[in-house]
């Protein structure tokens, strides 16, 4: 079984089951294909979370996310808010849009790194949908004209991406064929060099040197440095259900459970389904933890995140007693620390009990809405996820 947002990826991915590769093969070729078909959403310079169930029954989280550059500093951006929701706009968009927004990617890394340890694939024969998508062209989907639709003032600033997505200069319609040449050859270099051809290579030299002449802040040292991070799951119960999702840096496994420990206080069955008592209910645990969220999602290697606090079943009974069934609330955040429409995801299980849950992004849509030159590469903007 192959889950994704685009037909033509799910397909990818399904040949490679059938074809005898495993859940690890066919998610790293569904990603690959995503990053042709839906390049507004993933792409190998973005970033990303694997967790990783294989047949023995052990769970890995594959951390891919993008990184901060070593250069970036608390004074690189101009705030024009300290006041939600706008508290990370800053002046001239910088972390949104061009070569500031940008950060250490780590898509492509994970995504090796994956097939490496635990698929049975050669890259090179994982990549070979991807490359006939972008070298033979698809055709664009009414949701991708949209998406161009909706950005054409920021894609028409960049030479690369208005020729691609805005040829006539307007938004590429539904039912034309993308062909992404530059592309092809990319992913033709990746499958010959493998990560190496961004991470010390050529494809990273491309990278460095554009960003470099936008006065962007990524260097050879970062993508030298750049290094995959395989995480312990973190682990709850619900209702005799256990719950496993991935650790910090990423948010939603620490979330989710703590979500399931405030909401297994109620009795929810009692309320019907779409009732206005549950509604209300899940609104009001939804707020406590992103309250939580806010102040508590943070990288473990500078931060000292309170995991156990948050998942811990008397917490969230300290925090479900203050829930007011007959009005709604403002929360604060519970705890303290020592200091996208546009992610898409993927699920693949196969024969053997392998299966695969991975959300990738390059943040917002379309990145950074810069392209790296010869490359047909998509840069992330990432850095809009650090408080500025």
């Known amino acids: 079984m192959v889950v994704s947002n685009h037909p033509l990826a799910s397909s990818a991915g399904a040949t490679v089951l059938l074809e005898g590769g495993n859940a690890i093969d066919a998610c790293v070729a569904t990603l690959f294909a995503l990053t042709v078909v839906e390049p507004m959403m993933v ?63 780590g898509a492509l890394a994970g995504w090796c790194h994956a097939l490496e340890q635990y698929g049975t694939w050669a890259l090179g024969d994982v990549l070979a949908p991807a490359i006939r998508l972008a070298e033979d062209g698809f055709l664009t989907t009414p949701y991708l ?124 069955a009692s309320m019907g389904y779409g009732s206005s008592d ?28 309170p995991v156990e606090q948050l998942i811990d079943k008397a917490y969230a009974e300290e925090r479900r007693q203050l829930i007011d069934m007959s009005r709604a609330m403002q929360w604060s955040p519970g705890v303290g620390v020592s200091d996208s429409h546009s992610t898409t995801h993927v699920t693949v299980a196969d024969a053997l009990g392998n299966v695969v849950a991975s959300t990738q992004t390059i943040n917002g849509l379309f990145g950074a809405c810069l392209q790296i030159p010869e490359t047909g590469l998509l840069a992330n903007n990432y850095m809009f996820n650090f408080d500025p």
């Open 145 to 268: 004209s949209d998406c161009i639709a909706d950005f054409e003032a920021d894609l028409s600033n960049d030479k690369g991406l208005a020729s691609l997505f805005l040829p006539n200069g307007g938004a590429l319609p539904a039912g034309e064929r993308l062909v992404q040449t530059d592309y092809g050859q990319t992913l033709r270099s990746i499958a010959s060099s493998g990560s190496g051809a961004l991470y010390g290579g050529a494809l990273g030299d491309l990278l460095v040197n554009e960003i470099a002449r936008l006065e962007g802040l990524i260097g050879p040292d970062d993508l030298n440095n750049y290094a995959v991070v395989e995480r312990e799951p973190i682990r709850g119960v619900y209702r005799g259900y256990e719950v496993i999702g991935p650790p910090p840096p990423a948010s939603a496994g620490v979330h989710i459970v703590q979500m399931l420990n405030l909401l297994e206080g109620f009795d929810i």
């Open 43 to 105: 792409g190998l310079l973005g970033g990303g979370i694997a967790h990783i169930r294989l047949e023995s029954g052990r769970h890995i989280i594959i951390d891919g996310l993008s990184t901060a550059p070593s250069r970036a500093s608390e004074t690189m951006y101009q705030t024009v808010s300290d006041v939600l929701p706008n508290y990370r706009d800053t002046v001239g968009r910088k972390n949104l849009v061009g070569p500031l927004s940008v950060a250490v990617p």
């Open 278 to 305: 549950s509604v209300h209910l899940l609104a009001e645990v939804l707020k406590i933890a992103f309250a939580d969220r806010s102040v508590a999602t943070a990288d473990p290697a500078f931060v000292d995140v």
